[in-house]
Every structure is written in structure tokens, then in C-alpha cells.
């Protein structure tokens, strides 16, 4: 069975640009997760979907950055536009949204902003 | 934001030592992970440990869970090199509410 699958792997962007990143969750699987990682540090959650709901978003900062779920499958991350900031590692994560079952998590988008 | 600390921040072992590591939170949880994650990949999920349950072992781990301290302990036995990574605990909080620690850097060498 496939893993959680995120693309790209590696971007480069110049500030103010917009970017993009993929996730194709585990088949299956309700409850998809955007986490931002900074060097050293833990993931920190910026969304959460149940299906193509976005039932936790207060962490997302909505003024650059969106996302979405499209038939609760699929889901992209935006920013736009990008500051220096943002550079970090983007994780994604599925879960198949029963009580008390761990995440599985996809190899990351890490993200370069000049 | 995050939810859990994790002590030490890092630590550095011999192969064959046991490696300890803890974790704090501080609301109520569903459940209790603990994830691993070599440099420059994604996180594993290593084991869950439910609310109600106060130790839980999977091959050379073992996890404790302390409800009234808010606590948790990691520890794997008989350290291997392969072992050296990060390691972090999450929370399971409502429903599928997931919030990761600061994490432990774990290295050992041979």
C-alpha cells in the first residue's frame, strides 16, 4: 500500500512569489493534516480536514496562506506570497479518523524562500 | 503552538545503553505518541499509548504514561547507531487533534 505522497519534494522560490504544495493521503483515510516544521523543532499544525471540512485552522495564517481538500481526497497548500520566513518543511499527514489511531506521515515539501 | 516539552533536548549514548527520554503536556488527552524521525525525512510512528492505559511495550520500547503529572517516558533498551534520530511525543486531543512536542535528538554511537 502506498505511503502518504507529497510533491514536491524540494522548492526554490524568490520572496513574494506564490508556491504550491501536493499531498495524496492513504487511501481511505478521513483526516488529513498540514504540519510546518522549522529546523530543530517540532511539527506545529496549521490545518486539519475531516473529509473536505477544515474543522482546525487557527493556526493557519490566512492572510497568505490557504489550503484545500477537494472530494476529501487530494489536498493542496498555498502561499501567497511567500516570505522569508516560510522557509521550513511542510509535512503532510492521514489518519483514517477512528479514536486512537496514529498518523502516517509523507516525506515533506522543504520549502527555500530567497 | 505546542503542546508537549520534551527532556532532554538532546542526548548521547553508547550502542548497547538504554536511552530515556521525557515528555510533558498540559491538558487532558485522548492518547499519547511517540514518533521518530531520521534527519531530513518524515516522521514513524512508533507506539500509542491510550489515557487509560499506564505502560505499553513494543519490542525494545517501552512507554509510560503518568495522567496525573501530565507525563510521559520514552525508553529504548539496548541502543543500536540505527537508532539515532529525533524522537517526539504527540497528543491526541478531542477528536483526532494531534500536537507535537519539542522533541529529543537522540544519537548513538558505536
Known amino acids: 500500500e502506498a505511503g502518504v505522497v507529497q510533491s514536491p519534494r524540494y522548492k526554490i522560490i524568490e520572496k513574494k512569489q506564490p508556491v504550491a504544495f501536493w499531498c495524496n493521503p492513504i487511501?481511505?483515510?478521513?483526516?488529513l493534516y498540514w504540519y510546518l516544521q522549522n529546523l530543530g523543532q517540532g511539527p506545529e499544525l496549521l490545518i486539519r480536514?475531516?473529509?473536505?471540512?477544515?474543522?482546525?485552522d487557527s493556526q493557519l495564517p490566512k492572510d497568505r496562506f490557504s489550503a484545500e481538500r477537494l472530494k476529501g481526497v487530494d489536498s493542496t497548500l498555498k502561499i501567497q506570497p511567500a516570505e522569508l520566513g516560510d522557509s521550513a518543511v511542510y509535512l503532510c499527514?492521514?489518519?483514517?479518523?477512528?479514536?486512537?489511531?496514529?498518523?502516517?506521515f509523507g516525506q515533506g515539501t522543504r520549502l527555500t524562500v530567497v | 503552538s505546542q503542546q508537549g516539552e520534551e527532556d532532554p533536548q538532546a542526548l548521547s549514548i553508547q550502542e548497547g545503553e538504554n536511552a530515556t527520554m521525557n515528555c510533558s503536556y498540559k491538558?487532558?488527552?485522548?492518547?499519547l505518541q511517540w514518533y521518530r524521525q531520521n534527519s531530513g525525512r518524515g516522521l514513524v510512528h512508533l507506539i500509542l499509548?491510550?489515557?487509560?492505559?499506564r505502560e505499553k511495550h513494543s519490542g525494545r520500547l517501552r512507554v509510560t504514561l503518568d495522567t496525573s503529572k501530565k507525563s510521559s517516558s520514552l525508553l529504548i533498551t539496548a541502543s543500536r547507531a540505527a537508532d539515532t534520530a529525533s524522537y517526539f511525543c504527540?497528543?491526541?486531543?478531542?477528536?483526532?487533534?494531534?500536537?507535537f512536542g519539542t522533541g529529543t535528538r537522540l544519537l548513538v554511537s558505536p
Open positions: 480536514y475531516e473529509n473536505e471540512e477544515a474543522v482546525d
Open positions: 491538558t487532558s488527552i485522548n492518547n
Open positions: 487511501s481511505g483515510h478521513n483526516t
Open positions: 504527540a497528543t491526541e486531543h478531542g477528536f483526532q487533534k494531534l500536537v
Open positions: 499509548i491510550r489515557s487509560n492505559e
Open positions: 499527514a492521514s489518519s483514517p479518523g477512528t479514536p486512537n489511531t496514529e498518523a502516517f
